[in-house]
């Protein structure tokens, strides 16, 4: 009589508490990113005391979370509670907010719609460039960090927001974004730590998530009593989140608008911020793109239409997005028991999608730890599997602004690199800050040289 037996279950590989914890707390993101690639892909349970999330990183595995299994892969649990404190419900949660949100801003965020506010963008960027003209003339450092971020910031008001929110607005809102996305570092990495304790952080994240609150509802009231303007999010959430007795749910439109400026500048603004330093330590990367760059735009003022033909600086931005993903981890939480790679996993538990783990994992990738753009040449025409560069996520909750990025990071550098030759004065390893996405904690000071094209 034969006896029925149930499937050979995989394992993890488990990292017991006393190995993961010292390392976690050395250097989060480079450290989880280690965890993954010495365990070659395989998934990893993370024994971090209460708390043993599943780290994920396998192209394979990463499908099925994001993608082809996604429904049982949600926005939910603790992970997530850091971050709703100051996006509350909207196009970057789950349910009927998330599907209501996303279906009024994808038409603002496709490929055809952002390549027509190509133009307003190239005037905007150049605008803001031209004011480090003074830095240039004498001599005066410039924080990288902080100059990107506000580039990106005045672009994106004034093509996205129709210029509802001013340049001093802008420039009060920006620091206290960045401060809510770092200051929740300690909550990702101890995400059990009950909310009625106080840990670092919080005073920091809680004063920031006030004075954003101060800075957008007045802003919502107004553009509600000036009436909607064309082709703009803050009319579009309006319009859609009107009720019928012509009142708006400020909330949900706050909620949506806070998430989607966070979306649209912070993976752009930290991306351009790490480009200084590579460009640094690979002068040859540097010198062939300045090459293109002046063949390219010349003399001539830098329009949307170059962008298509800056083919090595795309390169670059690719690679750029391989080596430092805005997302360190992408958080989700199962709805029912499933198996993942053999692995049985119970409801409710936590999985952690690792970007700056799968992006160095050496079976998808030839010498993942050099920065080489030459990966990404047309010519080469490799053959990857698609869940192995995952910037932007994947699946349903794809990134909306990804589009938006290969129109705006261009024209920022573009402009940049053909008006000034840009020194960093300070080079040292730099270490990847961990919160809503991922920032060097070292600052980035650089020296603007005039080009020819400046004087």
Known sequence: ??????????????????????????????????????AGGRIVRLDIGPFRPYLISHPDHVQQVLKTDASNFVREGMFWRP??????????????????????????????????????????IADCILELDEYARTGRLVDGGYQMTTIVNQAVIKVLFGGRISRDVA????????????????????PFAPYSIRV???????????????????????????????????????????EQDGKADLRQVRDDLVSIYGAASETTAMSLTWLWSVLHDHPDVNAKLREEIDQVVSDGPIRSADVAKLTYLRMVLQELLRVYPSAWIIPRQTVADTEIGGVRIKAGSQ????????????????RPLEFDPERWAPERNERRHRYSFIPFGAG???????????????????????????V??????????PGASVRPKEKLMLKLLPTQRMR
């Open 396 to 422: 349903p909750h794809v990134c909306l602004g990804q589009h938006l990025f290969y129109v705006e990071a261009p024209l920022v550098i573009a402009n940049l690199l053909s008006r000034y030759e840009l």
């Open 1 to 38: 009589m034969s006896v029925a037996t149930e499937p050979a279950v995989t394992r993890p590989q488990v990292l017991p508490f006393y190995r993961a914890i010292p390392r976690l707390v050395k250097d989060p993101v480079t450290e989880l990113a280690k965890m993954g690639t010495e």
């Open 200 to 242: 670092p952080g919080d005073r920091a994240f809680l004063a920031a998530s006030k004075k954003i609150d101060e800075i957008v509802y007045p802003l919502i009231e107004q553009a509600h009593r000036d009436g909607p303007r064309s082709n703009e999010v803050v009319s579009a959430l309006l319009s859609a989140r009107m």
């Open 351 to 366: 999985v952690l999608v690792s970007p700056y783990t799968t992006h160095r994992l050496s079976e998808f990738w030839d």
């Open 171 to 190: 420039e009060r809102l920006a620091p206290e974004f960045a401060t809510c996305a770092t200051s929740i570092g300690f909550r990702l990495l101890v």
């Open 83 to 124: 971050l709703r404190r100051v996006i509350g419900q909207s196009i970057l949660g789950e349910g009927e907010a998330w599907e209501s949100s996303r279906k009024i801003l994808q038409p603002l965020f496709t490929a055809r719609y952002t390549a027509s506010l190509g133009d307003a963008m190239a005037d905007i």
């Open 424 to 433: 960093l004065t300070n080079p040292q390893r730099l270490t990847p800050v």
